[in-house]
């Protein structure tokens, strides 16, 4: 796990939002509405499993974000994914907590090697 080559090039900075977009597939959708989507998909050349999860965000001055994740997965982690109470929740947990590749709303695709804290908000709010 975790030697997929998107993640060596999230790391290197040199990964695009439409080159993930083409090099994975998508197995499964979890959560799916205008705002907010949970997918598990999976690396077309590896077969890493991550979780896709999108979010628009409505800042306190009503601008509108648009935040995606992938977040790296054991096979064994898709039923947790599936049955969890609240994905928004979950979702907020884990792009905390996890490493993960993130293409924020300024277009930027990078490695949160650490999880993104201040992404937090953009689940829970
Ligand atoms: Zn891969």
């Known amino acids: 796990m975790m030697n997929c080559h ?4 999230a790391k ?3 990964l695009t939002a439409d080159a993930i977009q083409e090099a994975v597939e998508r197995v499964e959708s979890v959560v799916e509405s205008n705002t907010f ?5 999976k690396c077309r050349t590896c077969g890493q499993t991550f979780v896709y999860g999108f979010k628009q965000y409505t800042s306190p001055d009503w601008e509108d974000d648009y935040w995606t994740f992938w977040i790296p997965i054991g ?3 898709v039923a947790t994914i599936r049955e969890a ?3 928004l929740e979950l979702m907020g947990e884990m792009v905390h907590e996890r490493p993960h590749i993130c293409w ?3 277009g930027h695709v ?3 090697k650490q999880g ?3 992404a937090f908000i953009v689940f829970m709010s």
């Open 75 to 77: 096979e064994q982690e």
């Open 116 to 118: 993104l804290p201040v």
């Open 85 to 87: 109470k609240s994905h």
């Open 110 to 112: 990078f490695w949160a």
């Open 12 to 14: 290197a900075g040199q």
């Open 6 to 9: 998107l993640i060596e090039q």
């Open 37 to 41: 989507d949970v997918d598990i998909v």
């Open 104 to 106: 924020h709303p300024d």
